[in-house]
Structure formats: structure tokens, C-alpha cells
T-cell receptor, first 114, second 115 residues
Framework: RKEVEQDPGPFNVPEGATVAFNCTYSNSASQSFFWYRQDCRKEPKLLMSVYSSGNEDGRFTAQLNRASQYISLLIRDSKLSDSATYLCAVNIYNRGSTLGRLYFGRGTQLTVWP | SAVISQKPSRDICQRGTSLTIQCQVDSQVTMMFWYRQQPGQSLTLIATANQGSEATYESGFVIDKFPISRPNLTFSTLTVSNMSPEDSSIYLC????????????FGPGTRLLVL
């Protein structure tokens, strides 16, 4: 079983729509959680960390549900510029590892159309 | 976040040759990693580059094929040895251990095509 499973998408939504992505993780020892955005032919860029209490950054809201072992990303009022692939990542500390290692989901492709 | 550069940005190589990719960070970082991303796929961790000691490889990756160096806290290299077309991919370095500790930041990647 993969450490992180992610909605495969693709999601095609009109401008202004609200869209949500989910990721589930299998290791209950997972310590920290992230959402990355990856534009075509570019490197992944950190979108936001996910905190236990949930966090919001403008139109983006990230939530963590430890009991059900999933994280979510909600995008409100979608813009054309939101079109990208969104990757969730889970950091797990292994024995002997200073900062743990990240496990990435496969990514969900979002296309926002006018 | 740290500024990360990679060289080369892209290359086309012949089967059987080797390519060394460089990753340079503008500040000292605790951890450096090397990933591979094949078209339409997510990121696969190749190894963790350890400063002053041998890299830690993930299952399916070996030192003979992907030798890694990390001579200091700001620089690492990944060599793709004896290349075959299956090695065609994007290779990305990432760093962690800046102000936001375990958060990883990625370099721009190296696009490799093996003919």
C-alpha cells in the first residue's frame, strides 16, 4: 500500500468554482503535511503547510483529519492561474532521520476554464 | 526559502554515457535530497545526500547507478551512470532544514533525454 494516496483527477472547473482535493495517508506516525503546486514543466513549489487546526491562506484552505488520516485542500473562487497539478506530501520521521522524509501523492491535475 | 540552482537545466545524452547534475544552495541546509519525476508521474525519492558520508538510497536505487556526493552543506551532485533511455526523466534536488525545518524546497530540475 502506498504511503500517500491522492485523488487522480483531472478536475476541470469554470472560473469562480470551488474545488476540493483529498489525500489519504497510511502511516499514523506521520508528523507534518504539505500541499505543493506544480506547473507544467516546472518544479513543485510549496503552496502551504497543513496544521492540525486547519489553516487558510486567501482562497486556499487546508485541513488535516488525523483520525481518518487524510488532508484536504479547498480552493474557492478558482482563477485561470490556479490551473496546475497539486501534490500532497506527508513527512514521516524514521529512526536515524534528522528531519524525516516526504512521501508525495501522485498529484491532482486542475484545469480552470473561462 | 533558500535559492536553489541546478546545472545543467537540460541535456540530451547517448546511451552508455554518464551525466553529473549539480545542485547549489545559497545557504547552508541540513538535508539535501534527489528525486526523479517521470512524465505524468509523481516524485520518486532516489536518495538522501548526507554531508561527509555515503548517501542513503531508497529501494530500487543503488550507488553504482546513481553515485551522489555532498562535500559541504550547500552543494551536492548526482551522477546518472551508464545511461539508458529508461533514465530519461526530470531530476530534482530538494533541500530541508532552513528556517522552516522539515519543509522541502525544490530546485528547478534537470531534464534528461537519453537516446
Amino acid at each position: 500500500r502506498k504511503e500517500v494516496e491522492q485523488d487522480p483527477g483531472p478536475f476541470n472547473v469554470p472560473e469562480g468554482a470551488t474545488v476540493a482535493f483529498n489525500c489519504t495517508y497510511s502511516n499514523s506516525a506521520s508528523q507534518s503535511f504539505f500541499w505543493y503546486r506544480q506547473d507544467c514543466r516546472k518544479e513543485p513549489k510549496l503552496l502551504m503547510s497543513v496544521y492540525s487546526s486547519g489553516n487558510e491562506d486567501g482562497r486556499f484552505t487546508a485541513q488535516l483529519n488525523r483520525a481518518s488520516q487524510y488532508i484536504s485542500l479547498l480552493i474557492r473562487d478558482s482563477k485561470l492561474s490556479d490551473s496546475a497539478t497539486y501534490l500532497c506530501a506527508v513527512n514521516i520521521y524514521n529512526r536515524g532521520s534528522t528531519l524525516g522524509r516526504l512521501y508525495f501523492g501522485r498529484g491532482t491535475q486542475l484545469t480552470v476554464w473561462p | 526559502s533558500a535559492v536553489i540552482s541546478q546545472k545543467p537545466s537540460r541535456d540530451i545524452c547517448q546511451r552508455g554515457t554518464s551525466l553529473t547534475i549539480q545542485c547549489q544552495v545559497d545557504s547552508q541546509v541540513t538535508m539535501m535530497f534527489w528525486y526523479r519525476q517521470q512524465p505524468g508521474q509523481s516524485l520518486t525519492l532516489i536518495a538522501t545526500a548526507n554531508q561527509g558520508s555515503e548517501a542513503t538510497y531508497e529501494s530500487g536505487f543503488v550507488i553504482d547507478k546513481f553515485p551522489i556526493s555532498r562535500p559541504n552543506l550547500t552543494f551536492s551532485t548526482l551522477t546518472v551512470s551508464n545511461m539508458s533511455p529508461e533514465d530519461s526523466s526530470i531530476y530534482l534536488c530538494s533541500v530541508a532544514g532552513t528556517a522552516h525545518q522539515e519543509t522541502q524546497y525544490f530546485g528547478p530540475g534537470t531534464r534528461l533525454l537519453v537516446l
